[in-house]
């Protein structure tokens, strides 16, 4: 079974700083990982994703993720925070043989003040 | 890119009345369709796979009859939560997969969710 924790509720930082969300996940296989934002009352957008490749992965907005294999993580990073992207953000995860069914993290809700 | 659209955004419904929600996928077709629930502050739920052409395939604690899912056709699925009670209150989120041909940009498409609140 494939399972994905965000071991923080909410990440606070100020505007300009750099921003890192946590994500852990566990699998049998080979994963591939996503992350999600959500904006009040609204569905997912996807900004990045790892499938194979390069550890560090580029997404939308200047987002950025950065695969470790070893500790089973794939943390999400920006280098300056903008009070925009204030939201909730999901990890979720698929084994690459589960077809197109995601799991996703308990979700942490990002604070940038300004 | 591919779009998935939900209709209605908002509903508001009176206790023991049905309510119909309608997932679109825009500009490609889906055999397949995803119905989530999501609780304030929570992550969101798998509730059911909506297959086209034959039954959907629910996940454990989720009732059959209480949230019955029809895939119409490849482009459109609907869940209806019958019987509405105030515990229904949530929001419902549905999506799609990526067609193939864009199957390298992301694995799904979400809908922008449908608020329910049962009074």
């Known amino acids: 079974a494939q399972s994905v924790a965000q071991p923080e509720d909410q990440v606070n930082v100020a505007e300009g700083n750099p921003l890192t969300v946590k994500c852990t996940y566990s699998v049998s296989g080979n994963p591939y990982l996503f992350w999600y934002v959500q904006y009040p009352n609204r569905g997912l957008q996807f900004l990045l994703k790892?499938?194979?490749?390069?550890?560090l992965v580029k997404g939308s907005y200047g987002f950025e993720a950065e695969f470790n294999k070893s500790q089973t993580s794939f943390h999400l990073k920006k280098p300056s925070a903008l009070v925009s992207d204030s939201a909730l953000y999901f990890c979720a995860v698929r084994e690459n043989n589960a077809g197109n069914m995601l799991t996703f993290g308990g979700g942490t809700r990002l604070m940038v003040k300004p | 890119g591919a779009v998935v659209s939900q209709h209605p955004s908002w509903v508001i419904c009176k206790s023991g009345t049905s309510v119909k929600i309608e997932c679109r996928s825009l500009d490609f077709q889906a055999t397949t369709m995803f119905w989530y629930r999501q609780f304030p502050k929570q992550s969101l739920m798998l509730m059911a796979t909506?297959?086209?052409?034959?039954?959907?395939?629910?996940e454990q604690g989720v009732e059959k009859d209480k949230f019955l899912i029809n895939h119409a056709s490849l482009t459109l699925s609907t869940l209806t939560v019958t019987s509405a009670h105030p515990e229904d209150s949530s929001f419902y989120i549905c999506?799609?997969?990526?067609?193939?041909?864009?199957?390298?940009?992301?694995?799904?498409?979400f809908g922008p969710g449908t608020r329910l609140l049962v009074l």
């Open positions: 909506s297959n086209e052409g034959s039954k959907a395939t629910y």
């Open positions: 790892y499938i194979t490749g390069d550890n």
């Open positions: 999506s799609a997969p990526s067609p193939l041909v864009l199957a390298v940009q992301e694995t799904q498409y």
